[in-house]
């Protein structure tokens, strides 16, 4: 099966100016992540979503970071305006359902650079 | 919430030497995932272990959940075995926490 699709790869931005990731999940599954990962850490999550709701977004900066994730498939994460801490590589993620157990499957991520 | 912490932070190891990964998480937990991301950033999963011992090729872990620790061993590493290792876990329906990595090179 097609794994977790992410676009684009690589972006580079200036500061203030507005960016946006797009995520396709593995299909049939309900449960989607977007994880941020700055360089020599591990992946934090940002949003997660149940279909088309939102389950968690305790860590998203809520002031400038947005995510949609219409018709329960894919997503969308928008950071509007990008600061210079925003360089990190933004990480899609899906399962199939969003219960007990089961693996989160990963896409291959979007490094973004802000200059 | 719940912490989780990696041991070493780097290993360096030679071509066909075998390498112990530790993981260790504050707190009962029901799913405990290790990862191996390559040099190009890509998480692939190895493990889904929240308890007991698992084998597939030269990677096997063992979770034991009572001590809140697992172990990711690697026998006969080779160069692509190289990048970093992240465990994660989790308690119920609350977000994967990831531990710091643990960076391994395999050098020829």
């Known amino acids: 099966e097609a794994g977790v699709a992410q676009s684009p790869r690589y972006k580079i931005i200036e500061k203030r100016q507005s960016v946006a990731f797009w995520c396709n999940p593995i299909?049939?599954?309900?449960?989607l992540y977007w994880y941020q990962q700055i360089l020599g850490q591990g992946p934090k999550l940002l949003i997660q979503?149940?279909?088309?709701?939102?389950?968690?977004d305790s860590q998203l900066p809520k002031d400038r970071f947005s995510a949609e994730r219409l018709k329960g498939v894919d997503s969308t994460l928008k950071i509007q305006p990008a600061k210079l801490e925003d360089s990190a590589v933004y990480l899609c993620?899906?399962?199939?359902?969003?219960?007990?157990?089961?693996?989160?499957?990963f896409g291959p991520g979007t490094r973004l650079t802000v200059l | 919430g719940i912490q989780v912490e990696q041991s070493p932070p780097d290993l360096i190891l030679q071509e066909g030497a075998n390498s112990t990964l530790r993981c260790n998480f504050s707190d009962s937990v029901n799913n405990l995932q290790w990862f191996h991301q390559n040099p190009w950033g890509q998480l692939i999963n190895l493990f889904y272990?929240?308890?007991g011992t698992k084998q597939n090729g030269r990677l096997s872990a063992t979770t034991v959940a009572t001590e809140r620790y697992s172990l990711l061993y690697i026998s006969s590493s080779q160069t692509t075995d190289s990048g970093v290792y992240f465990c994660a876990s989790n308690q119920g329906a609350q977000k994967l926490v990831f531990g710091q990595g643990t960076r391994l090179t395999i050098n020829p």
């Open positions: 272990i929240p308890s």
């Open positions: 993620a899906s399962r199939q359902w969003g219960g007990l157990g089961n693996t989160q499957y």
């Open positions: 979503f149940q279909n088309n709701g939102v389950v968690d």
């Open positions: 299909s049939g599954h309900a449960t």
